[in-house]
Structure formats: C-alpha cells, structure tokens
C-alpha cells in the first residue's frame, strides 16, 4: 500500500521556483531519506508534505487520500523538530502531553499515551524532569515522544540530529533505525549527510536544486548511481 505519493509537485517562492516537479512514491511503513546539498528543497518538500507550506502545483497524496489542499493539523502527519524546540518551563511529560492536551482530550487517555510514548524511547524515569535536567539525546527523544503520542500515519523529521556532537548523533541515529522497526509507521528523514542516508534509509531521494535526481535503495544508488551528482555525493566510484 502506498504511503505517501507525490505527482509533479512544485513550489515557487513568487517568481522563483524552487521544487520543480517532483514524482516520488513512498510504501506505507517505508522509511524514506530525502539527501542533497543545502538549499537543494529538502526542508520545502518536507514542510509540504506537512502542510506547513502550501503547494503550488501537483499532488499530494497520503495513504491514497489527497491532502494537497488539506490543513495540517488533519493530515495524520507529525514533524520532528530539533530538541531545541520543547517548553523549557514544562516537565517531560507535560512537554510529550502538549498536542493531545490542546486537543482536549481526555486525561486517562493522555496518561496512556505519553506512558506509552516514554516507554518505548526509554524515558519512563524521566517523566517529572524539565528538559534542562537531561541530556542532549534525551532532549531529543521527548522531541520524538510529542511526535509519538499523536500516532500519526507519517512522521516527518527535518535534521533532527544536525545539533548534537557526532558520537550522540551515531546514538540518536540508531534509536530512530529502532523506532522505526517497533512502530513501523511511514518516514521521511531529511539530512545532508549521506553517510545518514545510506545506513537509515529503505529508500534514497537524491535531490539537487529542487529537481529529483533518483530515487532507490541506497545499495542500488550505490552501484547503479544515474549521473555523475548521485555518484559524487553517495560516494560511490560511479
Ligand atoms: P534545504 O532544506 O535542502 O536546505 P530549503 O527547502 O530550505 O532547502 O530551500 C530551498 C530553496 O528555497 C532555497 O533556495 C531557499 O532559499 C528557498 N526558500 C526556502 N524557504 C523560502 C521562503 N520562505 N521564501 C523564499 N525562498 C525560500
Ligand atoms: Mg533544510
């Protein structure tokens, strides 16, 4: 089943276009990377596919249903931001409880959600700490936590790792690989580093000045690269 199909999206910033028509197709459950040099449109896909930024032309679909003109907070989707971005001023559990208690739902419900969330990324001992009492890879799992707890069809992750010291983000990046196989919901993880790419990904979009370059498994674009960009920047002899 498909999870996600993008048909000839494009976006332009008023006179200049920045994705130009962009054919991707990502399996349910598939963990997709989205790789390029910066500036290349990654964080611009990514932000329409979570209907951050409204799409100027083609479609978008998710799971089969058409959400390119749908407001993000109903498109079943969930971005992980860079751990930077929790409440300071709130407890773990208050920080991952945050979406679902806007949404007024219920408090039991709420508990068993964030408990299971913190469960699953090892947070349970952590739960009444504020997130100046943790470390950076458990910062950056609560980030992930709020994401758990809205069960979303598709979570999104725009560099979520690029602020943490190497040996964390090696850390951080096999957790995300464990996530994936617990949860076994649809990914897409943008990065500009293909070492990233190779080891997490199912399936690699090489982009390059929001023009899609190829799309495969990384041992493919590895082996069978379609130009000499995706053979310079996987790395492979070409
Ligand atoms: P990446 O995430 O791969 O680094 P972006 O998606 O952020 O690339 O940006 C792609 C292109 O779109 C860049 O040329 C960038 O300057 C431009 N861009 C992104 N957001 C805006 C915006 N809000 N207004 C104008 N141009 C933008
Ligand atoms: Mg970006």
Do not use: W
């Not at 700490?129 to 936590?145: E, T």
């Amino acid at each position: 089943m498909s999870g996600i199909k993008l048909t000839g999206v494009s976006k332009s910033f008023g006179a200049m276009k920045v994705i130009h028509d962009v054919d991707i197709e990502i399996e349910q459950g598939e963990f997709a990377v989205f790789v390029g040099p910066s500036g290349c449109g990654k964080s611009t896909l990514l932000r329409m596919i979570a209907g951050l930024e409204e799409t100027t032309g083609g479609e978008i679909r998710i799971e089969s249903e058409d959400v390119t003109r749908k407001e993000a907070s109903k498109r079943g989707v969930a971005m992980v931001f860079q751990s930077y971005a929790l409440y300071p001023h709130l407890s773990v559990f208050d920080n991952m409880a945050f979406s679902l208690s806007i949404a007024r739902r219920p408090k039991p419900e709420i508990e068993t959600k964030v408990k299971a969330a913190a469960e699953i990324l090892r947070l349970t001992d952590y739960l009444s700490h504020k997130p100046s009492q943790l470390s950076g890879g458990q910062r950056q799992r609560v980030a992930i936590g709020r994401a758990i707890v809205r069960e979303p069809r598709v979570f999104l992750f725009d560099e979520p790792l690029s602020n943490l010291d190497a040996e964390l983000r090696v850390k951080m990046r096999m957790e995300i690989a464990r996530l994936h196989r617990q949860i076994g919901a649809t990914m897409i993880y943008v990065t500009h580093d293909q070492v990233e790419a190779m080891t997490l990904a199912d399936k690699i979009v090489v982009l390059k000045g929001g023009v899609v370059q190829q799309v495969g498994a990384p041992l493919e674009l590895y082996r069978n690269p379609d130009n000499m960009f995706v053979a310079g920047f996987i790395g492979s002899p070409g």
